[in-house]
């Protein structure tokens, strides 16, 4: 049988088959070992390829391959660096959920999402969350941010999931599409799923007083059926954002607005750092490139990983 997997625990996998029906899935033992190089063999979005083995009365599902990804989102878990995990495959687009406070998202980690899901050809899309929380100092921070954004490519919309504002905005988006929510620890991913479907109910938290960060509440990725038809992947909140396997020449290219910029620098392999001439560094001096990006993108090239979650627009 073919499937989809819709959720995965690490051990046990939910599959649906092809003609709707929801198995519990196992993979088999030397599957770990075939060459992917990520902690999660399988992931939520993987097409699968499935037999079903009798345990008494109940039917276990062994998957034997996964079909080849459309592409996938992948990060370094920062701390373990050798280690990879998959987030979620066969994705039409990513909403990364951006809250300025109550967590803080810093643009590093805004950028380092912003490039992998670059190297994969993965569209994103920026929702800066909890506007109702701000204040106007708050609010021309997020305009801001939202102009540099949207100069650069990536559409974004200012959303409250809570009260339901713009929800409307990113069901259009989403509709016939199969969509990813991403970000901290808190941002209201999973009350953004409850927002665009009234009876899914999943479980949210607040955030905690003392650390004013997320509570880790949901604990694996998950992907629905929205009525109005859609897929979501809910995903757990992301602290760091290792980038992976990236040469130091190709990491400028994931910046759209560098990539523009690049043809007319002096070097053809000019990586935007002391060379004379570099049409980025002048771009930089004139204003027309943040200096936030420019940040972001060094740190990424000198593989400063204990600095992944400064924030370079403060
Ligand atoms: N004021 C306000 N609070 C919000 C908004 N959206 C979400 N929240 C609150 O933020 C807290 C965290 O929301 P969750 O949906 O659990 O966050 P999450 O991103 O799913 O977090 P994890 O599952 O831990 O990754 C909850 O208390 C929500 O009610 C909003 O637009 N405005
Ligand atoms: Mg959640
Ligand atoms: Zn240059």
């Excluded at 939520?44 to 039917?59: A, C, K, W």
């Excluded at 990060?75 to 050798?82: A, D, G, I, P």
């Amino acid at each position: 049988m073919n499937g989809t997997v819709y959720k995965s625990t690490g051990s046990w996998y939910t599959v649906k088959s092809e003609d709707g029906v929801f198995y519990e899935c196992r993979i088999k033992g030397k599957f770990r070992t075939q060459g992917i190089k990520s902690t999660n063999p399988v992931a939520v979005g993987d097409q699968v390829v499935f037999e079903l083995e009798d345990h008494g009365n109940e039917s276990v599902g062994v998957i034997s391959e996964i079909l080849e990804r459309k592409n996938y989102i992948i990060r370094k878990s920062v701390k373990l660096s050798k280690q990879t995990h998959i987030i979620a495959s066969n994705l039409d687009q990513v909403f990364l959920l951006v809250t300025l406070n109550n967590p803080p998202t810093f643009t590093s980690f805004i950028d380092r999402f912003l490039v992998t899901a670059e190297a994969y050809d993965i569209p994103v899309v920026l929702l800066f969350n909890k506007m109702d929380t701000y204040s106007e100092g708050e609010k021309a921070e997020v305009a801001y941010l939202m102009d540099l954004y949207t100069q650069i490519g990536y559409a974004c919309i200012p959303i409250e999931a809570k009260g339901g504002k713009n929800v409307d905005k990113v069901k259009q988006l989403m509709k016939d599409r199969t969509s990813m929510f991403s970000g901290h620890s808190g941002v209201g991913k999973s009350t953004l799923v409850n927002a665009l479907e009234k009876g899914l109910h999943l479980k949210t938290a607040e955030i905690s007083e003392q650390h004013l960060q997320g509570q880790h509440t949901t604990t694996f990725a998950e992907m629905y059926d929205l009525s109005f038809g859609a897929r979501i992947i809910d995903t757990p909140g992301i602290k760091g954002f290792g980038i992976v396997d990236m040469e130091q020449d190709e990491i400028g290219d994931y910046f759209p607005e560098f990539f523009q910029l690049k043809s007319k620098c002096k070097f053809n392999n000019c990586l935007h750092l002391d060379e004379p001439k570099c049409a980025v560094k002048e771009a930089l001096e004139r204003d027309e490139v943040a200096w936030s990006r420019y940040r972001s993108y060094v740190q990424m090239l000198t593989g400063e990983e204990e600095n992944y979650r400064t924030d370079n627009y403060r």
